[in-house]
């Protein structure tokens, strides 16, 4: 056999059997790695196999992000971006500009904003978006995606007047004589996305076509594809790009819960799919956002409650398929590991999505039904900030990913773009390698931002490590990234990354 591509003394580390190890030579036939080492691996050279001389440069897996909304950061793409503004005028400003843009009868929507970085500390009334939007529908989003902010012709499309009931597990804004201020938590979003014409599936199209990008170019060649809401259009957009060969990057596209009746009845279960698109958890949400979660202290927002959750992962279990649920606070976590439990169907990897609050005795639950983390690193920083929802006495169990993978949890790691704004995985690996707390070592946050992730999607003997035979899925770096002086991390970019053995981002030489 003789090799389609040699990658030669650089500096190459597979993350697999051989940890850090630092190894000279890498070859890929096909889609996949065939050797790794040193010299002798110029043996597979034939007279037609390039070699890239890597000099100073250090190669790496691609990376996995575990949880990013790929459909619903695209399409916000083609949004108002209100990122960065810090006053409600500013955000009035932006909306205003962008509406020069659209069609006449096209909704406008908007995204970034954080009610707490605005000078007002509030988000925008319905009446203040009004002056931007006129008569028509609007809104904008909160960047964590738990709150938005309808104008007043979209909450008269979906109907929601002072009459309106709030819906079970969200909550409509009002003003003091009760008429709704136009703000919508958590379930309560989807009243005006549900009278939205929906989005063509060519919107979707281009949209995901702009987050592939992103992420390639991050370095990332495996996406958890987070959904909020059941978009069967969603599997359909990825199946034509795949179709027409334009899909680069591995999709593990998850199923909102409104689609698990469908999914079972098709047949499908976890890990029905190929490499390259797969179809992947059902998605329910536990709880709420950052302050609207479910605590066993008391506080506690349900957006399912835990007996309906134990219905779901029943069936869903039943059926032989995957769960994925969002929940931050430990009562929703420990209402997940009951629902597991009595659901009873072993190896299924059910996976609890943020798992940020996540005290010893749950840690241990999950090792034993053999759940997985997948958690955003992130949050260790966030958490140390005054602003953070958070208490002090919740620290210890905060972001516990050195905890979890001690008491034997899978933790993957992801972005949950676009919470956060840059997916670059370099962010999250410093963030958890510097937690004084709850860190952990480089090398276990290399492994949750890539065979981690692989596990969870029950692909960790294709792609995750480059041991010879798994998929050549790697990213080249000009200089050693673990030589680097981690506050450079944040600006890190491979130079070129490769999918299958194909070069999908930047160059090789
Ligand atoms: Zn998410």
Redesign the pocket.
Known sequence: MKADLILARGRIRTLGRSGLAVHTHLAIAGNLVVAVGGAEVMRLRGPRTPVVELGAGAVLPGFNDA?A?VVYYGLTRFGADLSGTRSVAQIVERMRAHAKTLAPDEWQQGIGFSAKELVEDRPPHRLELDEATGRRPAFIDERG?HARVANSAALEAAGITDMTKDPPGGRIGRDRDLTPNGLLLEAAMRMVADVQPPQPISRRIQGILKTQRLLLSRGITSVGA?VNRGFADDLGAYERLAEQGRLKIRVNEFLSWELLQAASGLGVRAGFGGALLRAGPIKVFVDGGAERVAMRSGRATWRTSPAELRELVATASRAGLQVAA?AIGDGAIAAMCDAVEAAGVPGLRHRV?HCTICPPDLQRRLARLGMVAVMQPMAARFAQEPSSPFGAHDRWNLAAHGQLIKAGVPVAFSS?LP?MSDPNPWLGIRAAVEDRINGINEFAALRAYTSAGAYSSFEEDVKGTLDPGMLADLQIYDTDPLVTPRAAWDRLRPRAVLVGGETVFGSLD
């Open positions: 949880h909304h995606g987070a969002h999505e949950d919470v």
